[in-house]
């Protein structure tokens, strides 16, 4: 795992320990400890650029002001307060920077900032969850599971009687690549116990574990006791219900070209004039047909993660940005 840094960042980077930070909070925040990660000279590369390599191959570039801050909760309220922002479009986000001063100031009035090395850390973490599969696989499951055996020994043996190893790091790879933490594996074992003699379809036995989960995945999405979600209408649920088709080995959505163009062209409408960048948020729906919905929009929109209604735990605030 390689990142390029121009080369006038690269030795505060150092200094900085960004790969070794960036390896030790991912594993706190997802339970997964990465491949080594170098740092090196890109050439060509601006000052506030940085490329993300994943075994060779070029993933993403991300534009990070190291000299600014991030305002993450962005409202057009700030302008009025005589800040003009830095704004960077990245994919189908906005995002808003300031100064350290304007970023204090900000933050006295409720807003949430984070530094340049936060926000590049927060970056690369979507990006490398998102793309799980390219490091982590069976080996590590194993890996995994062999240090659990020590702890529940009886635990894993009664999981493994139901579910390959193979079958477990699909599972894994599955919540980690929809940025869900897998470092809390008895609570995920436990949910496979109950699950997997029931549920022979990968991907239900992911939603059955994302139940068991819930209060988990709520808190790893809200930001300061506070969930920013776009929910979706009931008219659009009722939508993908009636393009959802099952057959004896699995359940699959099947609308017609011309009803999926109008869903997306729709969802983008309502999410291309948001101010607050698609990672910081997520999309709330029923329980029945979120993984339809997530299915539909990850190609467009690969920041934003689509929650349930089930998935939201009582301790923490929604807040409702926007209805699709």
Same mark, same amino acid.
Request: aromatic share 6%.
């Given at each position: 795992?390689?990142?390029?840094?121009?080369?006038?960042?690269?030795?505060?980077?150092?200094?900085?320990?960004?790969?070794?930070?960036?390896?030790?909070?991912?594993?706190?925040?997802?339970?997964v400890?990465?491949?080594?990660?170098?740092?090196?000279?890109?050439?060509?590369?601006?000052?506030?650029?940085?490329?993300?390599?994943?075994?060779?191959?070029?993933?993403?570039?991300?534009?990070?002001?190291?000299?600014?801050?991030?305002?993450?909760?962005?409202?057009?309220?700030?302008?009025?307060?005589?800040?003009?922002?830095?704004?960077?479009?990245?994919?189908?986000?906005?995002?808003?920077?300031?100064?350290?001063?304007?970023?204090?100031?900000?933050?006295?009035?409720?807003?949430?900032?984070?530094?340049?090395?936060?926000?590049?850390?927060?970056?690369?973490?979507?990006?490398?969850?998102?793309?799980?599969?390219?490091?982590?696989?069976?080996?590590?499951?194993?890996?995994?599971l062999?240090?659990? #055996?020590?702890? &529940? !020994? +009886? *635990?894993?043996?009664?999981?493994?009687?139901?579910?390959?190893?193979?079958?477990?790091?699909? %599972?894994?790879?599955?919540?980690?690549?929809?940025?869900?933490?897998?470092?809390?594996?008895?609570?995920?074992?436990?949910?496979?116990?109950?699950?997997?003699?029931r549920?022979?379809?990968?991907?239900?036995?992911?939603?059955?574990?994302?139940?068991?989960?819930?209060?988990?995945?709520?808190?790893?999405?809200?930001?300061?006791?506070?969930?920013?979600?776009?929910?979706?209408?009931?008219?659009?649920?009722?939508?993908?219900?009636?393009?959802?088709?099952?057959?004896?080995?699995?359940?699959f959505?099947?609308?017609?070209?011309?009803?999926?163009?109008?869903?997306m062209?729709?969802?983008?409408?309502?999410l291309?004039?948001?101010?607050?960048?698609?990672?910081?948020?997520?999309?709330?729906?029923?329980?029945?047909?979120?993984?339809?919905?997530?299915?539909?929009? #990850?190609?467009? &929109? !690969? +920041? *934003?993660?689509?929650?349930?209604?089930?998935?939201?735990?009582?301790?923490?605030?929604?807040? %409702?940005?926007?209805?699709i």
């Open positions: 795992m390689i990142l390029l840094v121009p080369k006038s960042r690269r030795e505060d980077l150092e200094k900085a320990q960004l790969a070794e930070r960036l390896r030790s909070q991912f594993f706190i925040d997802y339970g400890r990465l491949p080594e990660v170098l740092l090196r000279d890109g050439e060509g590369l601006d000052d506030n650029s940085i490329v993300l390599l994943i075994n060779e191959i070029r993933v993403e570039q991300f534009t990070v002001y190291f000299d600014l801050m991030r305002v993450v909760n962005y409202s057009d309220e700030v302008v009025s307060f005589g800040i003009n922002p830095t704004i960077h479009q990245q994919g189908s986000s906005q995002y808003f920077w300031v100064t350290h001063e304007e970023g204090e100031k900000l933050r006295e009035l409720g807003y949430v900032l984070r530094n340049a090395l936060d926000e590049l850390y927060h970056c690369l973490a979507v990006t490398l969850a998102r793309n799980v599969n390219e490091y982590f696989g069976i080996q590590e499951t194993k890996h995994m062999d240090q659990l #055996e020590a702890k &529940f !020994p +009886d *635990l894993l043996k009664e999981v493994l009687r139901h579910a390959t190893v193979q079958r477990i790091s699909e %599972v894994l790879q599955r919540l980690l690549s929809e940025r869900v933490s897998v470092r809390n594996m008895k609570l995920i074992m436990e949910a496979l116990a109950l699950w997997a003699p549920e022979k379809d990968v991907i239900n036995l992911v939603e059955h574990i994302r139940g068991a989960m819930a209060r988990y995945i709520c808190h790893k999405f809200a930001n300061g006791g506070e969930l920013r979600a776009v929910m979706v209408s009931a008219e659009v649920e009722d939508v993908i219900r009636k393009g959802i088709r099952q057959t004896s080995g699995s359940t959505l099947s609308l017609d070209p011309e009803a999926s163009a109008n869903l062209d729709l969802i983008t409408l309502k291309d004039d948001l101010l607050i960048a698609h990672k910081d948020l997520v999309l709330l729906t029923s329980v029945d047909v979120r993984r339809f919905i997530k299915k539909m929009i #990850e190609g467009r &929109f !690969p +920041d *934003l993660e689509v929650l349930s209604f089930g998935e939201i735990a009582d301790s923490k605030s929604v807040n %409702v940005i926007k209805t």
